[in-house]
């Protein structure tokens, strides 16, 4: 059974900066693609950033820029280095392997002066 156990949420100023990261106990850890969502309070859950096993990378419209998605295959590891934090990125942040259906418990990013 895979987990994925995230960390590194918390509070932070408008501006700010936090780094997330995931803790995968997938075997064959590197053939999955691996995919960061949020979902804020009454809003649906939202795909956020994804990583292929080669490394390419995805972002949604509202993050590009800010946000980078990197792995780690040798720690299996994934991480989310979030800069420029906006009240709006505020939300539950959970990690994911589509393919397998597996989700995290989530991490509380709160962006709030």
Same mark, same amino acid.
Not at 9 to 26: D, K
Not at 53 to 71: D, H, L, M, P
């Given at each position: ?27 064959? =850890? +590197? #053939?999955?693609?691996? !995919? ?10 939202? *795909?956020? &950033?994804?990583? /292929? ?13 800010? =946000? +980078? #998605?990197?792995?780690? !295959? ?10 420029? *934090?906006? &009240?709006?990125? /505020? ?23």
């Amino acid at each position: 059974q895979v987990q994925l156990v995230e960390s590194g949420g918390g509070l932070v100023q408008p501006g700010g900066s936090l780094r997330l990261s995931c803790a995968a106990s997938a075997r064959m =850890f +590197t #053939i999955y693609p691996m !995919n960061w969502y949020r979902q804020a309070p009454g809003k649906q859950r939202e *795909l956020v &950033a994804t990583i /292929t096993s080669g490394g390419t990378t995805n972002y949604a419209e509202s993050v590009k820029g800010r =946000f +980078t #998605i990197s792995r780690d !295959n040798a720690k299996k590891m994934v991480y989310l280095q979030m800069i420029s *934090l906006k &009240a709006e990125d /505020t939300a539950v942040y959970y990690c994911n392997i589509r393919s397998l259906d597996a989700w995290g418990q989530g991490t509380q990013v709160t962006v709030s002066s």
